[in-house]
């Protein structure tokens, strides 16, 4: 258990309107990611954090922002939702179990998003 | 341009025989795989990994098999079980497993498992 949570699991959001989803890990692990699932698409990076107020862009990060003022928390704001951004988010850290020679990404369970 | 293929959308096989899933991938590039699992309304959980340096890698009922030369990957389930049937991501990155790296991913594979 990575120590992921997202808020809110799920939404329901009107076109135009701001939302900003939140990923809180309890374990102090210094890189986060935000992902999109779609059908037929998998997963795809949106953006990552490699530490406090360090952030970059991933493969589909048009329409998204993200913060992050403290370690255990990183926000994504959709500016002015669109249809189009309906999906699965999932938050992600990067993290080395004990006795593992390498890091793996570890997930939260996803906020179910719908633009109407 | 996709990186990481899984050309199989959905695969079904019997209780206690193997399941085979297979991943290609494209960017010479990557040097670390990943398999993750997943459940409905649930977050994907990572399975197994292997560095490019080790063509085979296993973890109880679950090796996972790289080719460089063919840029293939498979993951090998044996026996199956019921509780096997989800839906299976590859993953791959260029960063040899460090801390920081980021994950491109395939489309997946619904695997089912008849009892």
């Known amino acids: 258990d990575a120590g992921i949570t997202q808020s809110p699991r799920h939404k329901v959001t009107e076109t135009g309107t701001p939302v900003t989803l939140r990923c809180h890990q309890t374990e102090n692990h210094r890189y986060m990611y935000w992902y999109r699932q779609d059908p037929g698409h998998g997963l795809r990076l949106i953006h990552y954090?490699?530490?406090?107020?360090?952030?970059d862009k991933g493969e589909v990060s048009d329409g998204y922002s993200v913060s992050r003022s403290k370690t255990e928390d990183f926000l994504l704001t959709l500016e002015s939702a669109t249809s189009s951004q309906t999906s699965v988010y999932f938050c992600?850290?990067?993290?080395?179990?004990?006795?593992?020679?390498?890091?793996?990404?570890?997930f939260g369970p996803g906020t179910r998003l719908t633009v109407t | 341009d996709q990186q990481v293929k899984q050309n199989s959308p959905s695969l079904s096989v019997q209780e206690g025989r193997i399941s085979i899933l297979n991943c290609d991938y494209t960017n010479s590039m990557f040097d670390y795989f990943l398999w993750y699992k997943k459940y409905p309304a649930e977050g994907p959980t990572f399975l197994i990994s292997i560095s490019s340096i080790k063509d085979k890698n296993e973890d109880g009922r679950f090796t996972v098999f790289l080719n460089k030369s063919a840029k293939h990957l498979s993951l090998h389930i044996v026996p199956s079980q019921p509780g096997d049937s989800a839906v299976y991501f590859c993953?791959?990155?260029?960063?040899?497993?460090?801390?920081?790296?980021?994950?491109?991913f395939g489309k997946g594979t619904l695997l089912t498992v008849n009892p």
């Open positions: 992600a850290i990067s993290a080395r179990l004990a006795g593992k020679s390498s890091y793996e990404q570890y």
């Open positions: 993953a791959a990155s260029a960063n040899s497993g460090g801390s920081n790296y980021k994950l491109t």
């Open positions: 954090s490699y530490g406090v107020k360090d952030t």
